[in-house]
């Protein structure tokens, strides 16, 4: 359902998440959020690491923000993304050192083997029940800050999976959608409450797609229950991996799996682009479908702050074959907690909106104000 992006044109959004302020030192620690929030330090740190986040991207000109992924706690390369979930949901009994799906990849003196080592994989002894996600006080709580629409993002079931050692259910399936059954009913209490944007991120589909023993019509129908009967507009981010900033699938496309992906009930599909210098933009472009489509146009990977111009130059392409009303831009991924500074991630947030504007300029549309680059408010010039 189309809603809050149906009369934008060329509207910017990042994925989600921005490096926290120094200052940002508390955590949830597996408490529920709402609990937390009755803990006078970890309040004021939360709401003010929200209120920063909100600064920047509007400062940056976005036209649709985030909470940053603040509720993640403040641990290696990336971890709350999954435990945020895993660590409130029951059925769970003890850990395993080695995640089973990377462990065969991997090898000691990589920096994967580490976070693999840091995450502590979870055993599932019972079914899995839900727990206190609370994902609507946190969309709430950020929205109150901002008259922009704030886009609330969260893992795709099928992504969160693969960090669980299953002791308890006999098939994939039925542990694939008994988890699909729990974001659900989270993702109606949300969109009930008016959050305009769900954004289930990471369905494996485009990543999974070389493994013959993967069935993407199971990922697919794992992601259609997941957003089933949630009326708000849904967007389903994908990218090749962001673990401390880490690509998985470096020389990786999106072709194989072009046509699974488009079987999802999503109003956007996000791609990453910047990478690999738009290269699969022809084949999203053939895609027969009335979705509109996410261009990362800003790295999550490299320091070095992209430039208007080369952002602009990736949009033209990205017009090439996506007409400019299904046309969104964002970046390829979230910019971690990690591996980016959050000065740098604030300017690939301007360079971001910077460069859509010198398009949206050739296309006679309006441009969005960049407070951070108006030389009336440097105070660094020359006279």
Not at 186 to 200: N, S
Request: hydrophobic share 40%; glycine share 8%; with cysteine.
């Amino acid at each position: 359902m189309i809603g809050a992006t149906k009369d934008m044109l060329l509207p910017t959004a990042i994925v989600g998440s921005i490096p926290r302020p120094s200052w940002y030192t508390d955590s949830l620690h597996g408490r529920p959020f709402k609990q937390a929030l009755s803990d006078r330090g970890f309040r004021e740190q939360y709401m003010d690491a929200v209120g920063a986040y909100i600064h920047d991207q509007s400062s940056a000109g976005l036209d649709i923000v985030t909470d940053g992924d603040a509720r993640f706690d403040n641990d290696v390369g990336g971890r709350g993304w999954f435990f945020y979930p895993l660590e409130r949901l029951g059925g769970f009994g003890g850990t395993n050192d080695l995640i089973e799906r990377w462990a065969s990849l991997l090898q000691p003196g990589k920096i994967l083997w580490e976070l693999m080592e840091a995450y502590q994989q979870p055993t599932l002894v019972e079914k899995v029940t839900p727990g206190p996600w609370h994902y609507t006080a946190i969309w709430q709580i950020t929205q109150r800050l901002t008259d922009k629409p704030v886009k609330f993002g969260a893992i795709s079931v099928d992504s969160l999976s693969h960090m669980i050692r299953d002791e308890a259910y006999d098939t994939y399936r039925d542990l694939l959608l008994d988890l699909a059954d729990i974001a659900n009913r989270e993702y109606r209490q949300l969109a009930e409450a008016g959050c305009p944007i769900i954004q289930i991120e990471e369905p494996l589909h485009h990543i999974m797609a070389s493994d013959a023993d993967t069935d993407l019509d199971l990922l697919t129908e794992a992601f259609n229950c997941q957003v089933e009967g949630v009326n708000t507009e849904i967007w389903a981010h994908t990218c090749w991996g962001n673990p401390a900033q880490q690509s998985t699938g470096v020389d990786a496309s999106y072709e194989p799996a072009l046509e699974a992906m488009f079987e999802m009930n999503a109003d956007v599909i996000t791609f990453e682009c910047a990478s690999h210098g738009g290269s699969d933009l022809p084949a999203i472009g053939r895609m027969r479908s009335d979705k509109k489509i996410g261009v990362g146009v800003i790295s999550h990977l490299r320091t070095q702050v992209e430039s208007a111009e080369d952002v602009a130059g990736l949009i033209r392409k990205a017009l090439e074959h996506i007409p400019v009303e299904r046309l969104i831009i964002t970046t390829d991924c979230g910019f971690g907690r990690e591996g980016l500074s959050r000065r740098i991630a604030y300017y690939k947030m301007v360079a971001l909106v910077q460069g859509t504007n010198i398009v949206r300029r050739e296309l006679g549309l309006p441009t969005a104000e960049v407070r951070a680059a108006d030389p009336r408010l440097a105070f660094g010039r020359i006279d």
